[in-house]
């Protein structure tokens, strides 16, 4: 389970970009955050885990502090986090088997990984992800030779290896073709379903989010402005988190 509580995040020196959010989202959840550009959908999946230091406020996992981990704590907890990036951030001169090792980083002793060495049962664990994912066939290729949706398909093949409980995304099909953007939707999808992992996705595009979320976050400058089903979210609410441009 994950507890936000009173999240705050002011960016020097005074843009605020988060404003005392609040927020429970039980395991196997899929759910969708939405809101225009600049809403603070971004930072609040990096407070979730870690990458930023809120100003105020905190976040559980399970019960444990993010916001207060540092070091090997932080690192642990950040294990049983995936994060799946708009931009893909795959080392691009690697192989994809190399890119989605590093999905296994935290399961492996450091001074192993250091030499580039690990445990059978780590690249079995990867082999397995590679093949249901269907990126067996592209193992030995570059990062930066595959298509978009490839790359995104290696991403979360990477945050899969990892076995987290949960995979934030954020916006992971902004740099892709529509059709492509519905593959990863299902992608995501399918693994909320089949392996009961959470799933915190942010998109900007409202036909998505109706497909797709169950529960649907809705951001506007910062504030939570909605909170609910996808089915619920009628004119009147788009306009609160969209303004009139969104309706
Ligand atoms: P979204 O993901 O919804 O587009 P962001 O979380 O990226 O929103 O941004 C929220 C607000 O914080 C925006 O006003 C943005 O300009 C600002 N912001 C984001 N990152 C930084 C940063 N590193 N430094 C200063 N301001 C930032």
Redesign the pocket.
């Known amino acids: 389970m994950i507890e936000v509580r009173g999240l705050t995040k002011v960016?020097?020196p005074d843009?605020v970009?988060l404003r005392e959010v609040s927020i429970v989202i039980p395991d196997g959840q899929f759910v969708v955050l939405i809101?225009?550009?600049?809403?603070?959908?971004?930072?609040?999946l990096r407070c979730l885990n870690g990458l930023i230091a809120p100003t105020a406020g905190e976040v559980l996992v399970d019960g444990e502090s993010v916001t207060r981990a540092r070091g090997d704590h932080l690192r642990r907890l950040r294990a049983r986090i995936g994060f799946v990036f708009q931009q893909f951030n795959l080392v691009k001169r690697r192989s994809v088997l190399e890119n989605v090792l590093i999905g296994r980083l935290a399961h492996v002793p450091r001074i192993l990984s250091l030499f580039g060495w690990f445990p059978p049962r780590d690249r079995v664990a990867v082999e397995s992800v590679l093949a249901r994912l269907r990126l067996g066939e592209l193992a030995g290729r570059r990062a930066d030779s595959l298509s978009g949706g490839q790359q995104q398909r290696v991403a979360i093949a990477r945050a899969l290896v990892q076995e987290p409980r949960l995979i934030l995304a954020?916006?992971p099909m902004a740099s892709l073709d529509p059709a492509l953007a519905r593959t990863v939707m299902d992608l995501l999808s399918q693994i909320n379903q089949e392996d009961r992992i959470t799933v915190l996705t942010?998109l900007h595009v409202l036909d998505l989010a109706l497909a797709y979320g169950q529960r649907v976050i809705g951001?506007r400058d910062?504030r939570l402005v909605y909170d609910g089903r996808a089915a619920a979210l009628g004119g009147k609410e788009i306009e609160a988190i969209f303004g009139e441009a969104g309706t």
Not at 35 to 44: L, M, N, V, Y
């Open positions: 960016y020097p843009t970009a809101g225009p550009s600049g809403a603070g959908k971004s930072t609040f954020d916006e942010s951001l910062g």
